[in-house]
């Protein structure tokens, strides 16, 4: 706890190695979070630092996928990608899929044209079902397509956004 005047405390909190060290040659990454609570006391204060320092770690622990919503942790027995629901819809949808072996996973969504229009997923996952609501508010009605790859899998599928 670092005192900074009578009425403003900070509090400073560190998970990980005590010294920090990093041997030569090895790569190391760094998570910085900074969070700020007010309440009616000291001791108050202190407790929702906490609170929001769990949701940091939950955030952290979950691999940064709290967009994802993972449906089940049962592996499936291959991968699969789903259409999503509702289609047409307005203005977001769900996008549901399958990864049978954990590993690098990305789902792109293209415009009728073939031009990349956004980078939805990129990151790896474990073996599961999993959901991801998609929303499309900022996007103009028409046709796009989904795609997935995810190890030698590669699927695409047809979506339609109607304003």
């Known amino acids: 706890i670092v005192p900074l005047n009578q009425r403003d405390v900070h509090f400073m909190q560190n998970s990980g190695a005590d010294d920090l060290t990093i041997l030569p040659g090895e790569k190391q990454t760094f ?12 001791l108050n204060s202190v407790t929702k ?10 955030f ?10 993972p449906v089940s ?17 307005n203005p ?4 549901k899929f399958d990864i049978s072996k954990p590993g690098f996973v990305s789902l792109v969504l293209y415009d009728s044209r073939g ?4 980078n939805i997923i990129n990151q790896s996952l474990s ?5 991801y609501q998609y929303n499309a508010s900022k996007l103009s009605s028409g046709i796009y ?3 997935l790859k995810a190890a030698e899998f590669l699927q695409t599928k047809k979506m339609v956004l109607i304003k």
Not at 31 to 42: K, L, P, S, V, Y
Not at 115 to 118: H, L
Request: aromatic content about 16%; glycine content about 4%; overall charge negative.
């Open 31 to 42: 998570i910085f979070a900074q969070m700020i609570a007010r309440g009616t006391n000291n």
């Open 49 to 58: 630092l906490k609170q929001l320092d769990d949701v940091v770690q939950t």
């Open 60 to 69: 952290y622990d979950s691999n940064y996928t709290i967009w994802i919503t």
């Open 73 to 89: 942790t049962l592996t499936p027995d291959r991968f699969s990608l789903y259409q999503n629901y509702p289609n047409p819809f």
């Open 92 to 95: 977001s949808t769900t996008i």
């Open 115 to 118: 031009k990349e229009v956004e």
């Open 127 to 131: 073996s599961g079902t999993y959901e």
């Open 145 to 147: 397509f989904y795609q």
